[in-house]
């Protein structure tokens, strides 16, 4: 069974600071990567597609895959309230099918 | 340029009844994908449509069906609801890798 894991916290950060979201995969066949974040009753917002080993930052946020390790991160600078949501990560299988297979989520909390 | 699409916001059924919610992709997007989010959990994979075709499906009984018409929307029925039914049902839709999600429908099954 294909799994996508993470914690789901809540994770409590100050304003300003870096949030540092984590995401581990059992498919080592895997190619590429989601990062949503959902606000609580919405629906998934897309932020960041990775799908090489190593960083792809698109403004605030830099996304980290280490393909040895099965293993996606999401880096969040200069975090704001605005940021508190769950971040949801979801693995392609394998690439672009749009079967994405997403972990719980992790909820932020960005304290003012 | 408008989104994906879904209506109705809101559903409450009861258990046995049957219920079909409809899903608008993004302009230009050919593919419609499926999911059932439960409350607390990660969406999960339902099914898709290509071509007016279903391509892949995820682990999900037969009362649950789909279709896409011709202008590339779909529709999801599901039939005989179960209180278990009861969840967020999202449509994404893509042209390449990158998957956008509607608003979704909140299903309740009382």
């Known amino acids: 069974q294909k799994e996508v894991e993470q914690n789901s916290g809540p994770l409590s950060v100050p304003e300003g600071a870096i949030a540092s979201l984590n995401c581990t995969y059992s498919?080592?066949?895997?190619?590429?990567f989601f990062w949503y974040r959902q606000y609580s009753g919405k629906s998934p917002e897309l932020i960041m597609f990775?799908?090489?080993?190593g960083d792809k930052e698109d403004g605030r946020f830099t996304a980290q895959l280490n393909k040895a390790s099965q293993y996606v991160s999401l880096l969040i600078r200069d975090s704001q309230p605005s940021d508190s949501a769950t971040y949801l990560c979801?693995?392609?299988?394998?690439?672009?099918?749009?079967?994405?297979?997403f972990g719980k989520g992790t909820k932020l909390s960005v304290k003012p | 340029d408008a989104g994906v699409t879904q209506s109705p916001t809101h559903l409450i059924k009861t258990r046995g009844q049957q219920v079909t919610l409809r899903c608008s992709p993004k302009?230009?997007?050919?593919?419609v994908s499926w999911y059932q989010q439960a409350l607390g959990q990660g969406p999960q994979f339902i099914f898709q449509?290509?071509?007016?075709?279903?391509?892949q499906r995820g682990n999900f009984p037969d009362r649950f069906s789909g279709h896409q018409f011709p202008n590339y929307s779909s529709e999801l029925n599901v039939n005989a609801l179960l209180l278990g039914d009861s969840a967020l049902y999202l449509c994404?839709?893509?042209?390449?890798?990158?998957?956008?999600f509607g608003p979704g429908t909140r299903l309740t099954v009382l």
């Open positions: 994404a839709s893509s042209l390449g890798p990158r998957w956008f």
């Open positions: 498919d080592r066949g895997s190619q590429s």
């Open positions: 990775i799908y090489s080993n």
């Open positions: 979801a693995d392609d299988r394998g690439g672009s099918q749009g079967n994405l297979i």
């Open positions: 302009s230009g997007h050919d593919t």
């Open positions: 449509y290509y071509e007016e075709e279903e391509r």
